[in-house]
Each structure stands twice: as structure tokens, then as C-alpha cells.
């Protein structure tokens, strides 16, 4: 089955404690993407990678690292998470569309990670 | 800058009404423009995207390049139909490839 997992699904962490967030995807898709989800601001990219080695700042990436070193896996790493990191996570993925008009097809979506950090 | 703008963060309609969730754009080039339904608890799905010109579940967005918009209709909301919606646009501008949410509208479809 076609699909993008992310673990944990839930995670209660504290201020400053280094913690990672997995995101896996089986579709041999070149983007993959982070973003959070927050009431009233909806989702904002954090980071995005159009390939293996080939990541980019979105529009949020402070307190934020991602890495791809495989094209299936793209992991998201707080460094020293703070409170306002608090929000619910989800990496996508998605195909690149080799036209001028636009970036990719469709993206497909995790199930999410919430995140608590006290 | 590049941005999509929802204005309203909740619309209620009564079931059997037409539904019209409103969504502009500001980008300098041709985006790649989107919907995504979000039900109650699970994860964003795509609804639809203006390249394929589809009517999924009755509803339908048509992309209007002069006034940068792609509102989502459909003619008769149905219970089923509440969700949060969002609209976002893909696109290549100064070297970068981001992909960008608008900040979604609730649709509540009353009985």
C-alpha cells in the first residue's frame, strides 16, 4: 500500500531534550516535506527536499533540522525543543512535475506527530 | 511575496445550500493551485488541483488567473461535506520550490 508513516504519532517531551521524528514514504517520490499544523495559521512549511542530499528552508524553519540521505526517509530533528514548538507535525510527499507550470503532483500526507513540549 | 489567502475561517451552510469556499492568490508566475479536505481526525487528502479540471465528491474550482482566485463550489452541500479545507499553490519563484497553505476555512454543513 501506497503510503507515508511518521512515529511517534504522539510525543510529550521536555524543554531542551533533542528528539526526531521519523517520516517514511514507499512511493519513490523526490519532494518530501515538513510542515505544522496550527489553529488559525494552518499548515507552514518548515523544511522541504526535492531529492537525496537536496533540502531547502520553507517558510518556518527556525529550531528546526531535517536530513535525506535516503529518498524514502526524511527525518525531522529539534535540536533543543522549546514550548512554542508545541504543534502537530506532518510530512508529505509527492512527485516532481518536470513542466514550467508548476513544482509537484499531488501531495500525500502523513497521519501527523503531535508534539507537547513543557 | 507569495502567499494564498482564505478569508473565512468558518462557513456554516444548511444542507441542500451552495457552498462557495473562497481562495486568492498572490505569486509572480503560473502556480499550481489545490485543494485539500481535511475530515474530522485524519490526515489532509487532495481534493482537487486546477490542472485536472475534475469534479470530485460534486465539488469544482476554477482558476482565475486576472483576479487570482480558485474558489471551490459545489452546488449542494451535504452532511459529509464538513471538513476543514485548505487551498495551496505549488510553484518555482527565486530559486526556491515551496509549497504554500492558505490558513483553511471550516465548513460546517447543518442539518
Same mark, same amino acid.
Given at each position: 500500500?501506497?503510503?507515508?508513516? /511518521?512515529?511517534?504519532? +504522539? ?13 517514511? /514514504?514507499?512511493?519513490?517520490? @523526490?519532494?518530501?516535506?515538513? +510542515? ?10 518548515? +523544511? ?9 528552508? !520553507?517558510?518556518?524553519? @527556525? ?6 540521505? @535516503?529518498?524514502?526517509?526524511?527525518p525531522?530533528?529539534? @535540536? ?18 518536470? !513542466? ?6 499531488e501531495? +500525500?500526507? !502523513?497521519? !501527523? ?6 | =511575496? ?8 468558518? &462557513?456554516?451552510?444548511f444542507?441542500g ?11 509572480? *508566475? ?20 486546477h ?5 470530485i ?8 488567473? *486576472? ?15 464538513? =471538513?476543514?479545507?485548505?487551498?495551496? &499553490?505549488? *510553484? ?11 490558513? *483553511?476555512?471550516r465548513l460546517?454543513?447543518?442539518?
Amino acid at each position: 500500500e501506497a503510503q507515508v508513516t /511518521q512515529n511517534p504519532r +504522539y510525543l510529550i517531551t521536555v524543554t531542551g531534550k533533542k528528539l526526531t521524528v521519523t517520516c517514511s /514514504q514507499n512511493m519513490n517520490h @523526490e519532494y518530501m516535506s515538513w +510542515y505544522r499544523q496550527d489553529p488559525g495559521l494552518g499548515l507552514r512549511q518548515i +523544511y522541504y527536499s526535492m531529492n537525496v542530499e537536496v533540502t531547502d528552508k !520553507g517558510d518556518v524553519p @527556525e529550531g528546526y533540522k531535517v536530513s535525506r540521505k @535516503e529518498k524514502r526517509n526524511f527525518p525531522l530533528i529539534l @535540536e533543543s525543543p522549546s514550548p512554542n514548538q508545541t504543534s502537530l507535525y506532518f510530512c508529505a510527499s509527492s512527485l516532481l512535475n518536470p !513542466g514550467l507550470a508548476g513544482l509537484t503532483y499531488e501531495q +500525500y500526507f !502523513g497521519p !501527523g506527530t503531535r508534539l507537547t513540549v513543557t | =511575496a507569495q502567499r494564498v489567502t482564505q478569508p473565512e475561517k468558518l &462557513l456554516s451552510v444548511f444542507k441542500g445550500a451552495p457552498v462557495e469556499l473562497k481562495c486568492n492568490y498572490s505569486y509572480s *508566475g503560473s502556480p499550481e493551485l489545490f485543494w485539500y479536505v481535511q475530515y474530522s481526525r485524519q490526515r489532509l487528502q487532495l481534493l482537487l488541483r486546477h490542472i485536472s479540471r475534475e469534479s470530485i465528491k460534486g465539488f469544482t474550482a476554477d482558476l482565475n488567473k *486576472g483576479e487570482t482566485s480558485f474558489h471551490l463550489k459545489k452546488p449542494f452541500a451535504q452532511e459529509e461535506d464538513s =471538513a476543514m479545507y485548505y487551498c495551496a &499553490l505549488s *510553484g518555482r519563484a527565486s530559486g526556491t520550490y515551496k509549497y504554500i497553505f492558505g490558513t *483553511g476555512t471550516r465548513l460546517k454543513v447543518l442539518a
